[in-house]
């Protein structure tokens, strides 16, 4: 049972570069969430979809853009990348109720240069 | 808006020590409350999930309390080992979580 996969593991952009970070869940899970990690700055919520066929904005949506393909896959996408967005991402994704809680996947790291 | 808050950011104990993290929490209307381990460079594994109706959970040498009406919650690791250095992270809230920035844990051999 793979859980949370994430791909690519690692990436290396250059500004104004674009890409997609793919994340896929086996576990029929209903939501799915993206987070980016920074030192110091702890998990911030990027984009979240609460069910198949919707996505809502978090806490740092801006420069990022995502699409939830089916109940198992919901992507990133990075139109245009920027230093700033040099982060570790993690997607993860729940049961969509209140009882059991998130599972995450390994994470990207990913640097703009 | 919910707002999580972890103390101490660093905590080094020598091995053997019995020892508590803390978390607290603004918004006591939260789902569930989870705790995460995460080693260097790696992915946020889960320790211990509190439903908003619990008060503790147990796993091993791992006890976990949620109290809402203080918002607050402990992580009390038993017999601490060097295998347990690592960053604790706690998070919580309804449909989408909030993390605090965690408590960078190192059990001294």
């Known amino acids: 049972n793979a859980g949370v996969t994430q791909t690519p593991k690692f990436q290396v952009l250059k500004t104004g570069q674009s890409m997609t970070l793919q994340c896929a869940q086996d576990?029929?899970?209903?939501?799915m969430y993206w987070y980016r990690q920074d030192p110091g700055m702890g998990l911030r919520l990027i984009y979240y979809?609460?069910?198949?066929?919707?996505?809502d904005k978090g806490e740092v949506p801006n420069g990022y853009n995502v699409s939830r393909l089916n109940k198992r896959e919901f992507s990133l996408r990075l139109e245009s990348a920027a230093p700033s967005q040099t982060s570790v991402y993690f997607c993860?994704?729940?049961?969509?109720?209140?009882?059991?809680?998130?599972?995450f996947g390994s994470g990207t790291r990913l640097t703009v240069v | 808006k919910q707002e999580v808050t972890q103390i101490p950011a660093a905590l080094s104990v020598p091995e053997g020590e019995n020892l508590v993290l803390n978390c607290s929490f603004t918004d006591s209307a939260i789902y569930n409350l989870q705790w995460f381990r995460q080693d260097p460079g790696k992915g946020l594994t889960s320790l211990l999930l509190i439903q908003s109706s619990q008060r503790e959970q147990t796993s091993g040498r791992l006890n976990a309390s949620l109290d809402k009406s203080s918002g607050r919650s402990t992580l009390y690791i038993a017999a601490s080992q060097p295998g347990d250095s690592a960053t604790y992270l706690c998070a919580s809230g309804t449909y989408k979580y909030i993390f605090g920035t965690g408590t960078r844990l190192k059990v001294l051999a």
């Open positions: 993860a994704s729940s049961e969509g109720d209140r009882v059991y809680g998130y599972t």
């Open positions: 979809s609460a069910s198949e066929g919707t996505t």
């Open positions: 576990m029929n899970h209903n939501s």
